[in-house]
């Protein structure tokens, strides 16, 4: 794996996003919603570094992707989520890539009746955008790579490890072989 941000590099790229994100709401009561999985190692150390009231939820988005590369739909799933009706919120995700799930997702909160929507994304992968919608909080730019690592999983996995990577060939072949050990049935 090739390491694009070790933990102190993420912590300040956080803390400086939680920075812009309290100049913008001051005073106001926020609505904090994270959209699961991706977000919720953003989300925990985000919300602890925004000193200001606030209610925080999740809200489900995942597509399927299927064998081929193609977009899937993008299912998006708002029944965890807390009542948004006149409230200030902010969305927070990930990593923004082609940006259809983050417009998707800013498209179904409004049909709560919400104050206002922003988002903030802890990743924006640089060349990538297929819409005019754009997150109003970025912590980090990076290039088109495929990143796991501090809550962004491949298959499921490495979305514990603290700090951000990016996958190559001998960590796809790894995580091939691990998944073949760990499947066999052991008789
Ligand atoms: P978008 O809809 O903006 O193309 O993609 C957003 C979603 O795709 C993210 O929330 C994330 O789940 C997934 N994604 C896009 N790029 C990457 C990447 O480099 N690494 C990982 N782990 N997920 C990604
Ligand atoms: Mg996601
Ligand atoms: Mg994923």
Redesign the pocket.
């Known amino acids: 794996m090739k390491i694009l941000f070790d933990k102190g590099t993420l912590h300040r790229g956080v803390a400086d996003m939680a920075a812009e994100i309290e100049k913008v709401y001051q005073g106001r009561q926020l609505t904090i919603v994270g959209?699961?999985?991706?977000?919720v190692v953003l989300l925990a150390d985000l919300i602890r570094q925004i000193e200001q009231p606030m209610r925080v939820g999740v809200i489900q988005?995942?597509?399927y992707r299927g064998a081929t590369t193609e977009r899937g739909d993008l299912i998006i799933n708002s029944e965890l989520m807390l009542d948004i009706t006149g409230r200030d919120v902010l969305l927070v995700?990930?990593?923004f890539d082609t940006g259809h799930?983050l417009e998707n997702v800013v498209e179904k909160l409004h049909e709560f009746g919400p104050k206002s929507v922003k988002s903030a994304v802890l990743l924006r992968k640089k060349g990538r955008q297929e819409t005019d919608y754009e997150p109003d909080f970025t912590a980090f730019n990076i290039p088109d790579e495929f990143v796991v690592g501090y809550g962004?999983d491949y298959e499921d996995m490495y979305r514990n490890l603290p700090y951000l990577a990016a996958l190559e060939q001998e960590d796809l072949d790894d995580h091939d072989q691990m998944k073949q050990e760990t499947h066999v049935i052991k008789t």
């Open positions: 959209v699961l999985t991706g977000s988005a995942s597509s995700d990930d990593i799930t962004l």
